[in-house]
């Protein structure tokens, strides 16, 4: 009689096993940093298609009415001078009808009141993708600037494209920057009626917004955050929650501000710099390490200088 072989099965041994989850956990270690970035690359292609449609707004609102919107417009106190703590309606504000935002500007009404109490909290914090940068993973809420003070617990909805109000000094104090106290030279200040005929230095020579994060730097020691380095809100508020200045550059440190902090300056999570809207529409990605006097220049619209390579 013939007797049948038996069939032997083979299975993995241990370390046949151990060398395919190596090889697995280095194809993933090496196809990771590439999805990150592909996912980053997306979020900023985003961010300057944001930045675009603003772009869009802006000059739409100028073939409109013939003039800038106001980088805030305050109200006064009854003296004839404009009160910043009465509060302000931010640039923002004024582009709404151009951003696919008309019945939210028409509750609104900024051109016919002061700034909202408390009781027109929900239509403030009202969330606008397109003023949002993806890669800004902070919610679109800006829990920092509220009503009645910083930190009051309402919050506005957040922008992460401030207006660009110009270049200027530090403050009295040498502890913060102040964009109020800016020489008026950039398009968005209070009040302003800025005309594109009157950025001599042209358009595409002339920031009109950059991008700012909700977590900057604090720069005074009993302020951790400071309220400046809290991001932007698109309503308006008291202070300068709605622009800032080209004094100090994207994620600086400046060896005369203490602790060597970014105050009310430009911040991204963007690797490198920042994404600017000039105000011939064109977005740029502008280094962190643009040449200092260059990047002031670009943020003001009648300087005369002439600019080096950015």
């Not at 617990?153 to 502890?175: A, H, L, M, R, T």
Request: net charge negative.
């Amino acid at each position: 009689m013939q007797q049948k072989r038996g069939k032997h099965k083979r299975g993995f041994t241990l370390i046949e096993l151990l060398v395919v989850i190596a090889i697995i956990a280095i194809l993933i270690a090496l196809l990771l940093p590439a999805v990150q970035q592909a996912r980053e690359a997306a979020r900023r292609s985003t961010c300057k298609n944001n930045l675009k449609q603003l772009g869009i707004a802006l000059h739409n609102y100028h073939d409109t009415h013939r003039v800038l919107p106001p980088g805030a417009l305050m109200f006064d106190d009854g003296s004839g001078d404009p009160d910043p703590d009465l509060g302000n309606w931010g640039w923002n504000t004024f582009l709404l009808p151009f951003m696919d935002q008309a019945p939210l500007y028409n509750q609104l009404r900024p051109n016919g009141a002061n700034f909202p109490a408390t009781a027109s909290g929900s239509l403030l914090q009202t969330v606008i993708p397109s003023l949002i940068c993806p890669s800004d993973a902070s919610g679109g809420i800006n829990t920092y600037i509220g009503f009645t003070n910083n930190e009051d617990g309402v919050g506005f909805g957040k922008s992460n494209y401030p207006g660009i109000s110009g270049s200027q000094g530090v403050d009295d104090d040498e502890w913060y920057v102040r964009s109020d106290d800016a020489d008026e030279r950039g398009i968005f200040n209070y009040n302003s009626s800025t005309r594109m005929r009157d950025i001599t230095d042209g358009t595409s020579n002339t920031m009109a917004s950059g991008e700012r994060m909700w977590d900057g730097i604090s720069i005074k020691d009993d302020d951790p955050g400071g309220s400046l380095s809290k991001g932007s809100v698109w309503a308006g508020r008291p202070y300068d929650g709605e622009k800032y200045a080209t004094l100090l550059r994207t994620n600086d440190s400046d060896a005369f501000i203490p602790n060597g902090a970014n105050q009310a300056s430009a911040s991204s999570r963007h690797v490198g710099g920042a994404q600017f809207l000039f105000c011939d529409g064109a977005v740029r990605f502008i280094s962190e390490n643009v040449n200092r006097e260059t990047y002031k220049f670009l943020g003001n619209m009648s300087d005369g200088e002439v600019l080096g390579e950015f």
